[in-house]
Structures are given as C-alpha cells and as structure tokens.
C-alpha cells in the first residue's frame, strides 16, 4: 500500500489550465477505474472533484476533469479561478477493499 | 440531506483505546459501504478502514491492522472505528466517509468533520 506520487505543488495564473499528474502502479490505478480526486481546503474536510477516473458528482463545475493513461491519472482544471487555492488528493482502488491515496498537491494561483 | 458526524477523539497515552463513532442521518445507512480515511497533522489522507453494507466484510491498511477494527450498527445508523495498541504516529483527524453510491469503490463522496486523536509519548 505505497502512496500514489503527485507533484507537491502546482501554480497557475487566473483563466489558464493547470493539470495535476498521480502516477500508482498496475496493481492500483492502471488495474482499475476507480480513481477520484479531492479538494481541501485549510481546516475543511475533503470535497469530492472526480469519481471512476472522469465522472463529476452533482455541483461540481465542468472546469474539473479527469483522466487516466496507464498507470497515471490527470486532474485538469480549466479557466482557473482564485478559490481553486487548495490541497488537491487523488485516490486510487487498489483491490479487496483497499485504498491508496496520492500525497497531495498544493495549488497556487498566482 | 446526507450527514456523518464524528465523535469519540481526545488525548491518549501510547498504547491506550479510543472508540470513534460516525452517527449518519439523511439516508438508509445499511444500504451503504462506509469506510474511515485519516489525516496527520499537516499531512496528506490515508484511507484506513471499510466495511460493507451488511458488515459481513471489513478491511483495514497494513499501518492498524491488527489494532483497529471497523464496525456498524444499522439500527442505530452508526459506524464504529475501536483503535487499540495507540501510537504516536496514530495522531490525525479521522473521517467517516461514503461514496455517491452504495459502495465506495469509485469514491468517498460524503465525509463527516473529523474527530481528533492526539496520543501522547
């Protein structure tokens, strides 16, 4: 069960794309599609982004999406705004009810 | 409107018990997955636990097997987490989480506010 590897931090100025890499393994991401991404900001708990790979919960912008190549996952946020300043979290099903999470990844907007 | 809450987190001394609660209301609880995901102070999330609908399966990470144990009571749509053996490095927020769905296999959709343990060398 090793952590999921994401890049420590991203920046991006308003209005520009920005996209965030989680790379596992073929036993976690590249086996199944069942990767998500989470937003936290401070002292909150996490909010659902992205669900089986590419798939958005009800409310969530379409500037958020996923996707998956391999072993690596993608979250991609377009037309970034400043309250997208936040601590991003990829999640990976990795067999018999476990889960592995990414590392996390702090975005700045500049 | 779906809510988790949290509770049973305080001060501990290494190597004593806690047992967390996670009250659900705004849903059928036992038509659902749940599992419990931690975080460190100014750390990342570690999934820890996950228990079926039915309670008839559970699994935990290899970091608290052994010493934590997951468990449901439908009838009072609550979920359990016992923490036994405490070490430092237990110290975190835990979160009770759902997914979107009956299972959680695609992703923790709804989670409670977190309830604190601090163990203490």
């Known amino acids: 069960q090793s952590a999921l ?4 931090s991203v920046s991006g100025s308003p209005g520009q794309s920005v996209a965030i890499s989680c790379t596992g393994t073929s036993s976690d991401v590249g086996a199944y599609n069942y990767v998500s991404w989470y937003q936290q900001l401070p002292g909150k708990a996490p909010k659902l982004l992205i669900f089986d790979v590419t798939r958005r919960p009800p409310g969530v912008p379409d500037r958020f999406s996923g ?3 391999g072993n690596t996952a993608s979250l991609t946020i377009s ?3 400043a309250e997208d300043e936040a601590d991003y ?4 099903h990795a067999g018999s009810y476990t889960w592995v999470f ?3 990844t702090s975005l700045t907007v500049l | 409107e779906v809510q988790l809450v949290e509770s049973g987190g305080g001060v501990v001394q290494s190597g004593g018990s806690l047992r ?4 659900s209301s705004g849903f059928i ?10 975080q460190a102070p100014g750390k990342g999330l570690e999934w820890v636990s996950h228990i079926t609908r039915d309670g008839s399966a559970t ?3 290899d970091s608290v097997k052994g010493r934590f144990t997951v468990s449901r009571d439908s009838a009072k749509n609550s979920l359990f987490l016992q923490i036994n053996s405490l070490r430092v490095e237990d110290t975190a927020v835990y979160y009770c989480a759902r997914g979107l769905y009956s299972t959680v296999t695609g992703g923790f959709c709804y989670w409670g506010q977190g309830t604190l343990v601090s163990v203490s060398s």
């Open chain 1, 5 to 8: 590897t994401q890049p420590r």
């Open chain 1, 67 to 69: 996707s998956k190549s």
């Open chain 1, 79 to 81: 037309g970034l705004q």
């Open chain 1, 89 to 92: 979290y990829c999640c990976s």
């Open chain 1, 102 to 104: 990414g590392g996390g």
């Open chain 2, 20 to 23: 967390l609660s996670c009250v």
């Open chain 2, 29 to 38: 609880f036992g038509d659902y997955d749940m599992a419990w995901v931690r």
């Open chain 2, 59 to 61: 699994n935990h990470a």
